[in-house]
Structures are given as structure tokens and as C-alpha cells.
């Protein structure tokens, strides 16, 4: 396989026109949203460009290429010249098609092309997200991708560890305190914490700990509202001593302790696949940020930041006002954590 170095995008998608409506351009669009690059031409092809070119140019560039067979291909001529240029880059055994079957069984596969009908394919009919899961186990993208989750000074959602698991993580539960060992081999921490019933803070050590792993490369996903700690009701603390915020002091954040209430509606804006944001009596807290390079992707119907995320030196970290926004979106999860890979916001040394 190529080495991904030299490579431009992820996946080049070979496909026929009259399939891209009912299946290859949301398949196009959720890749994506995974984080992957992907060489599709409506993404890719720009006015005035050379369509041979810009083809070839795919070919040569992608890692995989993806084959949507069906009934609609093999009438073509031009798609099974795509095929042609993905087979010709297959040496020394080494495979880098993977054809998915839409709307069409094994005798007729072989009965266009005898070598694709002997590979394990991925039927369409199985839903988009299986597809995508398949995809991404094919190319090896998470591989050894293994996730610390902070119990220490948090908790985890029920089923949350199988979730991950069946997703291609690892996940590595630890309870105490975050120590030099955090990036040992552990790329990205996750850290839910408990709200007004938190007890634990972090202190000067775990901090600079912290911050060192993400300078260096490493990536932080941090939730929880804070309202309830300041809430008299509840917590009646100041909002600077919540643990996220006196860890936000040193990374660029702030989670504010107003009771904005619950939203009547949730957007996103990075996080493709994930139109609307489900939500159960969820009242998240505001987000703040100090960094030049924090950009929102949930904002309540007042453009109030409900999540962000930003830079810090090589590594990336994510903050979402209330932990319940990830437990109750599995696939924002998902996408998370395939942007942070994918984007190479995170040290990879697996690839």
C-alpha cells in the first residue's frame, strides 16, 4: 500500500452518475464527515478543469479507491476505465479496491468481471453506517487508536466502552490522578466530569501534564455544563473553581456558569452527518474561548457556543457544554474522534 505520506486523499470513489442521488453522494458526505479525504468528483472537480486529468490525478493520489458496482456501472465505459487505473496500481499483492455491491448479487458481478466477484464485498443494502464502519476497518484508519477516559476526576456512559470498541477504539480506563504516563501510547484523553457533584480538581502537576501532551501533539475531549456548580440549589461555588474551568484557565477555555436554560434548538457546523443535535431536558453552559483558533460547531438559536474546539501547539482540544450533548449522539463520538485522527490533529504513529 502506498505510503499515506504521498498520498493527497484517502479514498477516490469510482462510481456511475445515475447512482450518485441515491447513494454515492451521501456516501461521499459522510466519508468526509469522518474526516477522511476523499477524491469525489462534485468535491473535487472545479469549473474549467480537465475531467481526465482531474480523474487521473485522483487515481494516482488516493490510498483506496472505492468501486460502487451496480447495474448502472458495468453499462459504462468510463468508470470501468477508473477501475482499470485502481486494478493497474495493485502490485505485490497488496489490495487497495474495495467494491461495494449496490443493487447487484454475485453472478452478476462475475458476469462483468470474474476477479472482482472473488473479493469480499460490502452490500449497500446494510445502511450507510455500516458501510462506513466496514470502510474504515478495510483501510486500517483506527488501528491501535486508543482512548484514556478519565475516571478519576469524571465518569462513562453506560455501554460507552463497548461503543468505542465496536468502533475501532481502544479505550483505557484510569482512576488516578493523570501522571507523565498519559501519552504512553494513549493519543487522546477524555474527560467527563460530574457537574456540581465533582469533587476532584486538578492540580499544578496534572495541569502542566495535560497541557504538555497536547502541545506536543496529543488531544483533549472535555464535557460537562457548569451552571449547577455556581447554582444555589446545588452547588453555590464559584464558577472559577469548577474543575474543567481551572483546567480551562491554562488550556483557553471557559465553561461560564449562566443558566441559559434548555435550548429549542441545537446546530452544527463541522460535524457532517449530524444535522440536528438530540437532546433530552438537556441544559447545557456557554462556551468560551481564548484562542485565535477556536471555531464553534454547536451553537444553541440565540448563536450561543454549546461546543468548540481549538489548537493548542500540535495537538487539538474539543470542550462541549454539557456531557449528555456526546452520550445521547453516538456519531458526534464518532466524528470527533475521526477528526482528530484523520486530520492528524493527534500524533500517529501507526499509519
Known sequence: MDSPKSNKYDVFIAHASEDKDNFVRPLAIDL??????????????????????????????????????SHNFFKKNWPEKELNGLFAREVKGKKIIIPLWHGIGKDEVCKYSPMLADRIAIRTSEGIDYIINKI??????????????????????????????????????????????????????????????????????????????????????????????????????????????VLGKRLGFFITGKHIGAPSALTTDITSGIKSIERINLNPSEIEFNSPSAQAFIRDEKSRIIAGYFTLGKGCIFVIGHKSILEENPKLVLNILSHLVLQRCIKDNHR
Do not use: M
Open 32 to 69: 468526509r464527515g469522518r474526516g477522511l479525504g476523499v477524491w469525489y468528483d462534485e468535491f473535487t472537480l472545479k469549473l474549467g478543469d480537465s475531467l481526465r486529468k482531474s480523474i487521473d490525478y485522483g487515481l494516482a493520489n488516493s490510498r483506496y479507491g472505492i468501486v460502487v458496482l
Open 136 to 245: 474504515l476497518a478495510e483501510i486500517n484508519i483506527h488501528r491501535d487508536r486508543k482512548i484514556r477516559i478519565n475516571l478519576y476526576h469524571g465518569e462513562i456512559f453506560e455501554g460507552f466502552e463497548k461503543f468505542l470498541s465496536q468502533n475501532g477504539f481502544k479505550p483505557v480506563l484510569i482512576n488516578h490522578p493523570i501522571d507523565k504516563n498519559i501519552a504512553n501510547p494513549i493519543n487522546i484523553l477524555l474527560i467527563l466530569t460530574l457537574g456540581y457533584t465533582s469533587q476532584k480538581t486538578f492540580d499544578n502537576i496534572e495541569i502542566e501534564t495535560i497541557y504538555n501532551f497536547i502541545y506536543k501533539g496529543g488531544a483533549l475531549i472535555c464535557a460537562d455544563q457548569a451552571w449547577s456548580w455556581v447554582y444555589k440549589k446545588y452547588g453555590n461555588k464559584p464558577v472559577e473553581k469548577f474543575p474543567l474551568n
